[in-house]
């Protein structure tokens, strides 16, 4: 089925999904496969599927965490990523793995409005760049941090895109989105969380990972200007190192 005339309804962003094998293509073309057995769930091809889970299932033992931290700002080591930073050091302080993409750095392409990643059978998002490798990273990783700085009173383009790119993710695992545990990192340039327009895309993430049925397990902000600046915040930065432990912390 091809969704037309506007947004799938909750729970329904890719209607291929009730497929029993999921398919992806890592960026050189490779085939990824996830299937679901009766027993449980099997992964094919390099790192495909959550090997975690089967382990866990079969041995009871407690794996590490993955945390995935996504930087939204063009400043590597801006506010934002400082404060994505203090949360994964809180998330690795509770024993988790962390691994961080720069979104600046790489080819992602806007979305194009093809709706490929939604038809039935869907391969997945037709746009084949860096996007597909981070498809996999997402669904693997038990949790994401996202962070961005506010620009023109919302998130910055880099991370607009890359949300926007997100509408393909159900395509690669029908659940991928389920669930997830989601921290939000923000800086901004006024005093005011309200008046920089932070809000904006703080209420842009709730409705997103509402109707994803993601789970936001916090988000901390706070006023920075410089590149720097937000560690002499110490209020905020102790928040964000807690958050990092509450990410990952719990059944999940
Ligand atoms: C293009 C641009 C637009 C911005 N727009 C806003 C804005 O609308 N509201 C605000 O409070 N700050 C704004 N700022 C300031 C940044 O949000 C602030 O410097 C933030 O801490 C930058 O985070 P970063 O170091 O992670 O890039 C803007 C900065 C730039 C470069």
């Given amino acids: 089925m091809v969704v037309r005339g506007g947004f799938p309804a909750r729970g329904k962003i890719a209607p291929h999904a009730a497929a029993r094998v999921e398919i992806a293509f890592d960026r050189r073309g490779v085939l990824w496969k996830h299937q679901d057995s009766p027993g449980g769930k099997e992964a094919c091809g390099r790192g495909a599927g959550r090997y975690g889970e089967r382990m866990k299932s079969q041995k009871g033992i407690a794996m590490k965490k993955k945390v995935l931290v996504i930087l939204g700002s063009p400043r590597r080591k801006g506010n934002s990523a400082i404060l994505a930073d203090r949360i994964a ?39 084949r760049d860096d996007m597909q490798e981070i498809y996999l990273k997402l669904i693997e990783a ?48 006024d005093r005011d969380p309200m008046s920089s ?25 706070g006023s920075a200007l410089d590149a720097g600046e937000i560690r002499s915040n110490e209020a905020v930065m102790e928040e964000a190192f807690d958050l990092g432990k509450k990410l990952v912390s719990g059944d999940m």
């Fill in 89 to 127: 050091q809180g998330a690795k302080s509770a024993k988790a793995g962390v691994e961080t993409i720069f979104l600046q750095g790489r080819k992602i392409a806007p979305c194009k409005s093809c709706y490929a990643c939604q038809k039935e059978n869907s391969k997945g998002c037709s746009i």
């Fill in 142 to 189: 038990d949790a994401w941090v996202i962070a961005s700085p506010v620009y023109w009173f919302t998130m910055s383009a880099q991370t607009k895109i890359f949300m926007d790119r997100c509408f393909a993710l159900g395509a690669y695992r029908k659940d991928a989105f389920k669930g997830k545990r989601i921290a939000v990192a923000m800086t901004y340039g």
């Fill in 197 to 221: 327009g932070c809000v904006n895309a703080v209420r842009t993430f709730q409705d997103a990972f509402g109707y994803t049925e993601s789970q936001i397990v916090g988000m901390v902000y």
